[in-house]
């Protein structure tokens, strides 16, 4: 019977081989991310729940990708330690994407019953 650290480290390493890279760092920095802002901010209803849960994902993935690539990023691929700076940077990148939707539905709920003119007042008022 082989012991078990040996083994949990050699099924780490095939799952990690198995999800690849990269993919690992965007789904697990996409991940943690996303566990942390429900955390902070609890959500109100299921449905306020599912759309957290899809926006800080996609900010996650989308705000990371955009990050590493105006930064020239792409060799942090390269290493094991570069991997897990992208899933940091990535974890960041999907911090904000909850707030943000949270904030534009708040705003659209506000104004349900108001027609399209004071909406665009508001909105230029704001600015």
Same mark, same amino acid.
């Given at each position: 019977?082989?012991?078990?650290t040996?083994?949990g480290?050699?099924g780490?390493?095939?799952?990690?081989?198995?999800?690849?890279?990269?993919?690992?760092?965007a789904?697990?920095?996409?991940?943690?991310?996303a566990?942390?802002v429900?955390?902070?901010?609890?959500?109100?209803?299921?449905?306020? +729940?599912?759309?957290g849960?899809?926006?800080?994902?996609?900010?996650s993935?989308c705000?990371?990708?955009?990050?590493?690539?105006?930064?020239?990023?792409?060799? +942090?691929a390269?290493?094991?330690?570069?991997?897990?700076?992208?899933?940091?940077?990535?974890?960041?990148?999907g911090?904000?994407? +909850?707030?943000?939707?949270? +904030?534009?539905?708040?705003?659209? /709920?506000?104004r349900r019953?108001?027609s399209? /003119?004071?909406?665009?007042? /508001?909105?230029k008022?704001?600015?």
């Amino acid at each position: 019977m082989p012991e078990p650290t040996s083994s949990g480290v050699a099924g780490a390493a095939a799952a990690y081989k198995a999800i690849g890279g990269a993919a690992g760092a965007a789904a697990g920095g996409a991940t943690l991310a996303a566990v942390v802002v429900m955390l902070m901010t609890p959500p109100r209803t299921i449905r306020e +729940w599912t759309v957290g849960l899809i926006s800080t994902v996609v900010s996650s993935i989308c705000g990371g990708a955009i990050t590493v690539e105006y930064f020239q990023l792409h060799h +942090w691929a390269f290493s094991t330690i570069g991997l897990y700076a992208m899933g940091g940077v990535i974890f960041a990148c999907g911090l904000p994407g +909850w707030a943000m939707v949270r +904030w534009l539905f708040n705003f659209i /709920d506000e104004r349900r019953d108001a027609s399209i /003119d004071q909406v665009a007042k /508001d909105v230029k008022e704001m600015l």
